[in-house]
C-alpha cells in the first residue's frame, strides 16, 4: 500500500470530523435507546477526493481519535495517518529482527457515506523514496456485514475481510514446515497484539508465499509479505 494529501487544511478538518461523526452514528447504535430514533447528520459531501501535499511526507501526525463501533471503524476517520516502519526477517535465520530499513506512510484520504455503508479511501506511500510520493490506494467499505477491501470500489457480495466480531482461526498443523498433503493455499485469522489480523498463505512443493494486513482500534497496525523464507514486516503483524 501508499498515499496522498489534502489541498487545503480547512478541508481534511472537515472530512475528519464528517468521517468520524458518521461512522459513530451508523456503527453505536447499541447506545441508544430501544425507542430512539437513530439520526444522522451529514454535512455536504467534499467535491473531490483529497490530495496528499508531499510537503508533509516527513512529517509525523497525530492520529484522530478512533470513532466507535467495530475495531475497523477506526479507518474511517478522514485524515487519519499511520507511519509503519519496516523490517525483513527470517523464517530460517534466529536472532531479532532486521533493522529499520523503510517506513510506509498510509492516510485516509477520502470518507464517503451512503445509508448503512462508508468507503474509506486510504493510500500508502513509502516515505524513503526519492521524489513526489506515488500513493497505492486501497478502498475500504463497511457495511453492516463486515469490511471489504479492494484497490478500486470492492464488491460487497462475497465474504468480507473482517466481520465485526472475528472468530481465531489457526493455519493447518504443520504449516511452512512440511511438504502440503492438502490445500495449498489457506487463510487464517489471529489476535494480534491488540490487532485482528487476516492471512493469506500459499505452499508447494518448491515455493511459498504470504500476506497478513492487521487492524485494531487505532487504525492500520501493520502487514507483511512473505516469499520463500524472507518476510517484509511493516508495522506490528505475524
Keep these: 500500500m501508499r498515499i496522498a494529501t489534502s489541498s487545503h487544511l480547512s478541508t481534511g478538518v472537515t472530512l475528519g470530523v464528517v468521517?468520524?461523526?458518521?461512522?459513530?452514528?451508523?456503527?453505536?447504535l447499541a447506545d441508544r435507546s430501544p425507542n430512539q430514533e437513530l439520526?444522522?447528520?451529514?454535512?455536504?459531501?467534499?467535491?473531490?477526493?483529497?490530495?496528499?501535499?508531499?510537503?508533509?511526507?516527513?512529517?509525523a501526525r497525530e492520529?484522530?481519535?478512533?470513532?466507535?463501533?467495530?475495531?475497523?471503524?477506526?479507518?474511517?476517520?478522514?485524515?487519519?495517518?499511520?507511519?509503519?516502519?519496516?523490517?525483513?526477517?527470517?523464517?530460517?535465520?534466529?536472532?531479532?529482527?532486521?533493522?529499520?530499513?523503510?517506513?510506509?506512510?498510509?492516510?485516509?484520504?477520502s470518507v464517503e457515506v451512503h445509508g448503512k455503508t462508508a468507503s474509506a479511501r486510504i493510500g500508502c506511500w513509502d516515505l524513503n523514496a526519492k521524489g513526489t510520493p506515488k500513493p497505492a490506494i486501497n478502498t475500504y467499505v463497511m457495511t453492516p456485514d463486515g469490511l471489504y477491501e479492494g484497490a478500486d470500489q470492492p464488491s460487497t457480495d462475497g465474504e468480507p475481510v473482517f466481520r465485526p466480531h472475528p472468530v481465531a482461526k489457526s493455519l493447518p498443523k504443520g504449516w511452512g514446515y512440511e511438504e502440503p498433503h492438502g490445500p495449498t493455499s489457506?487463510?487464517?485469522?489471529?489476535?494480534?497484539?491488540g490487532a485482528w489480523c487476516t492471512v493469506e498463505e500459499f505452499e508447494s512443493e518448491d515455493y511459498m508465499s504470504g500476506f497478513a494486513q492487521c487492524i485494531s482500534r487505532h487504525g492500520?497496525?501493520?502487514?507483511?509479505h512473505t516469499s520463500m523464507f524472507m518476510t517484509e514486516v511493516c508495522g506490528d503483524a505475524p
Design 39 to 59: 439520526a444522522i447528520e451529514l454535512s455536504p459531501p467534499a467535491d473531490r477526493p483529497q490530495e496528499i501535499d508531499p510537503s508533509t511526507a516527513g512529517t
Design 63 to 109: 492520529s484522530p481519535a478512533p470513532p466507535k463501533g467495530p475495531f475497523y471503524a477506526s479507518l474511517f476517520a478522514a485524515g487519519a495517518t499511520w507511519d509503519l516502519p519496516c523490517r525483513w526477517k527470517s523464517a530460517i535465520a534466529s536472532g531479532d529482527d532486521g533493522a529499520v530499513f523503510a517506513t510506509e506512510r498510509c492516510h485516509v484520504e
Design 19 to 28: 468521517g468520524i461523526a458518521v461512522a459513530v452514528g451508523i456503527f453505536s
Design 220 to 224: 492500520i497496525a501493520g502487514t507483511s
Design 186 to 193: 489457506v487463510d487464517a485469522m489471529v489476535w494480534h497484539h
